[in-house]
């Protein structure tokens, strides 16, 4: 598979679990579940250069370390709505985002910050080398425990329709 690029978008996370999503905030996206990204970076999804085959990084912050939740590789855009088919999730521990691919002087971008074909590749690479593991969408990652899986799901799927603003520098909270 060709990969042009990669992008690392930022996420907040469950307070109390770096691997859930934040079920207050930002409850849907990514959506492993389905394999859908609808809500967050409206920015980043309806950004005209967004490719198919695109690797999506998912950074969350915990401990005022940039480190990488998820990732999937982009399979369709339609009408804003991203759509991937599996996705490498961090089971162990989790790696750090290199300095040199997300500065931490760096402002966040709405569209996500870029990263080149090679980085994005040596990036997946090290995931697989570590403790990622990549499942099917709609399976539950083992490091996940089935109850704060069933939850996270429930929540996400009552608030699909409603509108979601996600918010841009405006604190650390992403
Ligand atoms: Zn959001």
Not at 81 to 102: H, M, N, Q, R, Y
């Amino acid at each position: 598979m060709d990969i042009p690029e990669g992008r690392i978008l930022v996420h907040q996370h469950n307070p109390d679990n770096w691997r859930l999503r934040n079920l207050e905030k930002h409850p849907i996206d990514p959506n492993w579940e389905t394999g859908t990204y609808s809500k967050c970076h409206i920015g980043f999804r309806e950004n005209k250069r967004l490719k198919v085959n695109t690797v999506v990084f998912d950074l969350v912050i915990q401990d005022k370390k940039s480190i990488i939740r998820s990732a999937f590789v982009v399979k369709k855009i339609k009408n804003g709505i991203v759509f991937f088919d599996s996705f490498l999730f961090a089971d162990g521990k989790p790696l750090e985002i290199p300095e040199k691919l997300f500065p931490t002087s760096q402002s966040r971008t709405r569209h996500g910050n870029i990263i080149s074909d090679k980085d994005s590749n040596d990036l997946l690479e090290d995931m697989r080398a570590h403790s990622y593991n990549e499942y099917p969408v709609g399976t539950k990652p083992f490091s996940i425990n089935q109850n704060d899986w069933e939850k996270m799901i429930l929540t996400s799927s009552k608030c699909k329709d409603e509108q979601h603003f996600c918010y841009y520098r405006t604190s650390s909270k992403i």
